[in-house]
């Protein structure tokens, strides 16, 4: 449950939905204390008050599609793309009403799943992902952290979802979510060693702990 929500929420609120943003939190950037320094809403904009996570449904999976640069030498995620570009227009919206945002980088970064827990979006399931309500865990986030004071929701740290299933741990080819802990390395291993190739520039790393999870299916 978020706490009453104040004029300006409702607002953001109705412009993410009007551009197509599939799900939205705040957060209190105090409850990011109990992380280090450089992980903190405060390391990017001094004077933050809260941070807002957006969240794109991953409904095909080649939206969660990697492709590589070879002049830049890098590569690019295609719905963080999208995720970015709805960054902006946030930033925007908010500046024009007098308050300063700063887009969040991945490094170092804020936990983005954390982020999310904090801002009341959804648990963090035995598959070491966030678990949205309407979407299961076929999500991917970014965040900005603004001076704008917004009404902040409550955060979910225990997952209902997984108390009665353990699905994605026996799904993991790699045993990476066995004994209730997220092994990154067994993790790394497989999907390096199994990426799906949409085009010899376009990749899709292992996605069966996400697509698993029966939490938000449709079908
Ligand atoms: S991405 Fe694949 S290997 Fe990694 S935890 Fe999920 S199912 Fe296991
Ligand atoms: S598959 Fe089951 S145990 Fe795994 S995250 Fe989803 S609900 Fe939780």
Redesign the pocket.
């Known amino acids: 449950m978020m706490e009453p929500i104040n004029n300006l929420t409702k607002e953001l609120i109705e412009y993410c939905e009007k551009i197509d943003i599939d799900f939205v939190g705040f957060s209190d950037t105090t409850k990011f204390n109990i992380f280090s320094k450089k992980h903190r809403p405060d390391s990017y904009l001094s004077n933050s008050k809260t941070v807002v996570v957006i969240g794109f449904h991953l409904y095909d999976i080649s939206l969660d599609a990697w492709n590589r640069d070879e002049v830049k030498g890098r590569s690019y995620h295609f719905a963080d793309l999208i995720l970015l570009n709805q960054c902006h227009r946030i930033k925007n919206f908010l500046a024009k009403k007098g308050f300063n945002s700063k887009i969040i980088s991945y490094e170092p970064g804020l936990f983005l799943k954390d982020a999310a827990v904090l801002a009341g979006i959804g648990p963090i399931?035995?598959?070491n992902?966030l678990?949205t309500k309407t979407y299961?865990?076929q999500v991917r986030l970014r965040s900005l952290v603004t001076d704008a004071k917004l009404s902040y929701g409550t955060p979910i740290h225990e997952?209902d979802?997984?108390k009665n299933?353990?699905?994605?741990?026996e799904s993991c080819p790699a045993g990476a979510l066995e004994g209730g802990k997220y092994n990154k390395d067994l993790c790394r291993n497989y999907c390096l060693k199994n990426l799906k190739n949409l085009s010899e520039n376009t990749v899709i790393w292992c996605n069966i702990c996400i697509e698993?999870?029966?939490?938000g299916r449709k079908d």
């Open positions: 399931g035995k598959n992902l678990i299961g865990a997952s979802y997984c299933c353990n699905i994605c741990v698993s999870c029966p939490v």
